[in-house]
């Protein structure tokens, strides 16, 4: 997944396909293709792996001709980069043509009914069953548009797709499941866009309108018509596009903060582009430096970081261990660069920054260099200090966090440690294939298990009413879900100045539950795993003293209506990969009580992006 461009009108489509690709670059990628369609033409399709500038090169000037066309910059997930694996990707007979955000997660099932019906495909990616289900369907007689609708509901998985219909070159339908991204539509005189970010268009209109998840849209020259995916035809008018740089990047969000929140399914496909190959089920971390032989050598793990890097890490020693089956253990930085650590070569220390320039952690490596440890990186920003110092890097690679209390990064972080862990225990042999496949089918369902919890936003809100008032909040949480119950009191203090820790829940009785009463509510996090029972017993004991509770659970856990005072429902997710998901709860319920205490959400007082002193 990645950029998405698409043209209709009176213009030569490639210039514009190309100007918006380029707009569309910051967002990472590393194959590039355009397709084109004249009436009476075949379908000219060009893409190359590697940069915009390698497409561009390979045109030698000439681009092809045509009306209408798409555009789409990859990073690679089922398949390694090349040409076949880039997009655009067609159908048997190249006569429907998409582009596509997002994974599908059954793409293996529908591969294997289509190669049955006798469909021959080019390429290693999910992407290309999306042309051949449309070219199924049209097989039966069914029209392109309904095509395109009866695909949308076969696939699944949070996705955003453009078709085209070599037949039909004056029309493009595309439509959004979940949150894989936007679909943006632009207005133009005579002409119509289409992109998966404001800034591919701007240099064409300034009117536009956006899909709803659920929806879809056919564009031609002069209109564009909305629909469900379901049937019903929708109305929607197109609005003005703000011009003043603040305003374009917010995306029309209130806040930054909110934006990156609601960016979080897409993040965990940019934070995983061009590491992962879903078939075959495989990791390529293309900045690791160490051989086969020195992974092995490892013989534990140490994870540091500060704040929210620091839950990250303490996630991920869950990973190290169960994943990599490493002994690993979690240093706040700032500790561990003064406590005269124990480490060697055979120690890995893996350090999160999203940064890459914190003065602990930037500390606590140099203390590692200087006792030989190898180390890798976890960072959002190139060439940054950090990246200077480690061995290796994995980059989350998803873009610039405005807000200063961290939430992309955060996910960001957790999917680069999950592929970590992965990469080792591939390396070490401690994941057979099967294991392999399982755990990145896993990762494969958090951008659409993320995109389920963002859409209700009216909960948070309610809740935000009901709690902006306390003063004090007690998080609880056991097992994985421990540091996330730590983020959630993390982003209170920070964002809203509410008191708030977070504690595992085993810990409650030890101190912390004699400050419950009526007027400290307690955010327990109660997904229905092997804790379960265990946290189930906590929220009682907060009930018995007069407690308030919120509860994070498993969509269907009833037998918690009855004890908890209010309820945030999850959808049921993966134990490994279950902290990428119900971190998002604790994020907007943060960010709707800050709003409602009137707070400067995206600047809170006291607090930098990054913190380069002690």
Known sequence: MCGIVGYVGSRQAAPILLDGLTRLEYRGYDSAGIAVVEPGHPLALRKTPGKLSALVESLKGATPAGFAGIGHTRWATHGSPTQLNAHPHTDCSQQ???????????????????????????????????????ESSMAEGV??????????????????????????PGRLVAFRLGNAGGITIGYGDGEMFLASDLPALLSHTSQVAFLAPGEMV??????????????????????????DAVAIAKEGYRHFMLKEIMEQPGVVQRAIGGKVSFEPADVRLPLFPFTAAQVREVNRVVLTGMGTSLHACMVARYYME??????????????????????????????????????????????????????ITICNVEGSQSTRMAHGTVFIGVGPEIGVASTKCLIGSLAALYLLAVYLGKVRGHLGPGRMESLLNDLATVPRLIGQVLEHQGLYQRLAHQYADYLHFLYLGRGINMPVAMEGALKMKEISYIHAEGYPAGEMK?????????????????PRDGLYDKMRSNIQEV????????????????????????????????????????????????????VRRGCDVDQPRNLAKTVTVE
């Open 96 to 134: 429907v043509v998409i582009v596509h955000n997002g994974i599908v997660e059954n793409y293996l099932a529908l591969k294997e009914q289509l190669l049955k019906e006798g469909h021959t495909f080019t390429s290693e990616t999910d992407s290309e069953v999306i042309a051949h289900l449309i």
């Open 143 to 168: 029209a392109f548009e309904e095509a395109v609708r009866q695909t949308a509901q076969r696939i699944q998985g949070a996705q955003a797709v453009v078709a085209m219909n070599v037949k039909a």
């Open 218 to 243: 056919t564009v031609e020259a002069a209109n564009a018509r909305f629909r469900s995916i379901h049937g019903p035809a929708i109305r929607k008018s197109p609005q003005a596009a703000p011009y």
């Open 322 to 375: 169960q994943i990599a089956g490493i002994p690993a253990e979690v240093d706040n930085s700032s500790e561990l660069r003064y406590r005269d650590p124990i480490l060697d070569g055979r120690t890995l220390l893996v350090s999160v920054s999203q940064s890459g320039e914190t003065a602990d952690t930037l500390g606590a490596m140099e203390e590692a260099a200087r006792q030989g440890a190898k180390q």
């Open 510 to 526: 030890h101190g912390p539950i004699a400050l419950i009463d009526g007027t400290m509510p307690v955010v327990a996090l109660a």
């Open 543 to 594: 009930k018995a003293r007069g407690g308030k509770v919120i509860a994070l659970a498993t969509q269907g856990q009833h037998d918690l209506r009855g004890v908890a005072d209010d309820l945030i429902e999850v959808p049921p997710s993966p134990y490994l990969v279950s902290p990428m998901v119900n971190v998002v709860p604790m994020q907007l319920l943060a960010y709707h009580i800050a």
